[in-house]
């Protein structure tokens, strides 16, 4: 069973960069065809997409956050990450790794909360 | 980014049939689009329930059912249940990245 388990600080400060792992437990990078996602959900909103990696080759980002982000993969520690730089309040979210098909989400991280406060 | 529309709420009676659609502002979704449908409930991590328009997921019960209506993807819950009571997000998927759609509470009483 393919699990992914977030990892990172839960308090930042403004100006500060981000850097949040997702470890992957159950699969490894090199059997190809997956995505690697970000996706971080606002207090009370809805679910925004960051940004993906496909098997530590393209990368495709939100060009709302493109100027600020990088999501790349480490397989030797089965790991992926995400470092998000410039951090403000409007970084506040719950953030989520998934592994994406390229038509569905099929496994979900459960998710961490971020913090951005001076 | 395309903005990607979503009803904010709909209700259903318990036994009812409902459909959530998912469009564009402008153009039309397509299976080109791999439209797929997650749920999810207060405190937790989203659950898909859907794959490329109408592929259920692993366990998703069958009277959830993904399709393309006219310009929209639309995920239809027959025989609905109290448990059915969640936020609704469809995904589109386009040549420069995904988009969710704002989400649809369903409400069933």
């Known amino acids: 069973q393919v699990q992914l388990q977030e990892s990172g600080p839960g308090l930042m400060k403004p100006s500060q960069t981000l850097s949040l792992t997702c470890t992957v437990s159950g699969a490894s990078f090199s059997g190809g065809g997956y995505y690697w996602v970000w996706i971080r959900q606002h207090p009370g909103k809805g679910l925004e997409w960051i940004g993906n990696n496909y098997n530590g080759g393209s990368t495709y980002y939100n060009p709302s956050l493109k100027s600020r982000v990088t999501i790349s993969i480490d397989t030797s520690k089965n790991q992926f990450s995400l470092t998000l730089s410039s951090v403000t309040a409007a970084d506040t979210a719950v953030y989520y790794c998934?592994?994406?098909?390229?038509?569905?989400?099929?496994?979900w991280g459960q998710g961490i909360t971020v913090t951005v406060s001076s | 980014q395309t903005v990607v529309t979503q009803e904010p709420s709909l209700s259903v009676s318990p036994g009812g049939t409902v459909t959530l659609t998912c469009g564009f502002t402008?153009?039309?979704?397509?299976?080109?689009?791999?439209p797929s449908w997650c749920q999810q409930t207060p405190g937790q991590a989203p659950r898909t329930l859907i794959y490329s328009t109408n592929t259920r997921a692993s366990g998703v019960p069958d009277r959830f059912s993904g399709s393309i209506s006219g310009n929209k993807a639309a995920l239809t819950i027959t025989g609905a249940q109290a448990d059915d009571e969640s936020d609704y997000y469809c995904?589109?998927?386009?040549?420069?990245?995904?988009?969710f759609g704002g989400g649809t509470k369903l409400t069933v009483l």
């Open positions: 995904v589109l998927y386009m040549n420069n990245g995904i988009s």
């Open positions: 402008s153009g039309s979704v397509s299976t080109a689009n791999y």
């Open positions: 998934a592994r994406d098909i390229w038509g569905g989400v099929d496994v």
